[in-house]
C-alpha cells in the first residue's frame, strides 16, 4: 500500500509543478489573442471573450516582426553552426591529442568560466568595433563563434571515445582529419545535438550583447526590438503579450522537438572523463 500512496503524491507534485510552470506561458498566449485593454480589467481574465489576431497582425505589419524574427533566426542558426564547428574541433583536440601546454591551457580556460561576462563586454565592444564589425550581423555572431563551456562539453564527451579505434585507424594510413570526420563526428553526435540546442536557445534570447552591438534597427533581434517596443506601447498589455509569443513559442517548440536528442546527450555521457 505505501508503494501506491507515495506514488500518487510523487505525481501529484509533479503535475501541480507542471501547472504552476506551465500558466504564465498558457496566460500570456491567451492573453495575445484578446481586444485592447481587456487585460486590464479586474479580475484580469484567463481566456479571451472575442478572440482576435489584431495584436498579431500589428506586430508583423506595423512593427516589422516578420524582419526582427528573420534576424533572429539568421543570427542564432550562424551562431550555432559555426560554434559548433570551433567547439567540435577544439574539444576533442583537448581530449585525444597530445600537444606542449594543453593541460596548462585548459585549466586557464576552465578558471575563465568563474569570470562574469559582463565584464568582458567593455574590452569585447573595443575590439568589435577595431574590426568594424559594430552594427552589424558580424558583431553579433564573431563573438560567439566558439565558447569556453561548449569547448568544455564536447572535451568531456571525447574523453569516452576509445584510444583503441583511433589507434586502430592512424594504423590503417587514415589521417588526423579523416579520423575526425569520419570517426569522431559520428560517435558525438549526442552531445552535438544538446550543445546545438543549448547555444541555438542561449543566441536566440539573448539581449545584452546585441542591445550593446547593434545600432541600426533594421538589424535588431527580436528580444531588443520587443524591449524598445515595449517603452512606446508600454500600456498596451495585449500587443506586448504578443510579441512575447512571436518571440518565446518558435525557441519552445524547437525544444520539445529535439527534446529527445537532448536528454539522450545527457544521458549518454557529457559529463564523463
Known amino acids: 500500500m505505501r ?52 495584436n498579431y497582425r500589428q506586430m508583423f505589419a506595423k512593427h516589422s516582426a516578420g524582419r526582427y524574427m ?33 593541460e596548462w591551457l585548459f585549466r586557464a580556460m576552465l578558471g575563465a568560466l568563474v569570470i562574469p ?31 569556453i563551456f561548449g569547448i568544455f562539453l564536447v572535451r568531456q564527451y571525447a574523453l569516452s571515445i576509445p584510444e583503441d579505434l583511433l589507434e586502430a585507424a592512424r594504423i590503417d594510413g587514415a589521417s588526423e582529419w579523416r579520423i575526425f570526420r569520419s570517426i569522431v563526428v559520428p560517435l558525438l553526435k549526442p552531445i552535438l545535438i544538446t550543445l546545438g540546442i543549448l547555444t541555438f536557445l542561449g543566441t536566440w534570447n539573448d539581449f545584452m550583447w546585441p542591445l550593446i552591438v547593434l545600432s541600426s534597427q533594421k538589424l535588431y533581434t527580436l528580444p531588443v526590438a520587443l524591449a524598445g517596443l515595449s517603452r512606446e ?13 512571436i518571440t518565446t513559442v518558435p525557441v519552445l517548440v524547437l525544444f520539445l522537438a529535439l527534446q529527445r536528442y537532448y536528454i539522450a546527450g545527457i544521458l549518454a555521457g557529457s559529463v564523463k572523463g
Open 3 to 54: 508503494k501506491p500512496v507515495a506514488t500518487f503524491w510523487v505525481n501529484a507534485a509533479l503535475l501541480t509543478g507542471a501547472i504552476v510552470t506551465a500558466f504564465p506561458l498558457v496566460w500570456m498566449i491567451s492573453v495575445s489573442f484578446m481586444p485592447t485593454g481587456a487585460a486590464g480589467h479586474y479580475p484580469p481574465p484567463m481566456l479571451p471573450s472575442e478572440p482576435t489576431l489584431d
Open 70 to 102: 528573420f534576424n533572429s533566426a539568421f543570427v542564432a542558426t550562424c551562431v550555432t553552426l559555426i560554434s559548433l564547428c570551433f567547439n567540435t574541433m577544439a574539444g576533442y583536440a583537448f581530449a585525444k591529442l597530445r600537444f606542449r601546454g594543453r
Open 117 to 147: 561576462g559582463q565584464v568582458a563586454m567593455i574590452p569585447l565592444f573595443a575590439l568589435v568595433k577595431e574590426l568594424g564589425l559594430v552594427s552589424s550581423y558580424g558583431g553579433v555572431i564573431v563573438p560567439a563563434m566558439a565558447s
Open 233 to 245: 506601447y508600454v500600456q498596451d498589455n495585449e500587443l506586448m503579450m504578443a510579441g512575447a509569443v
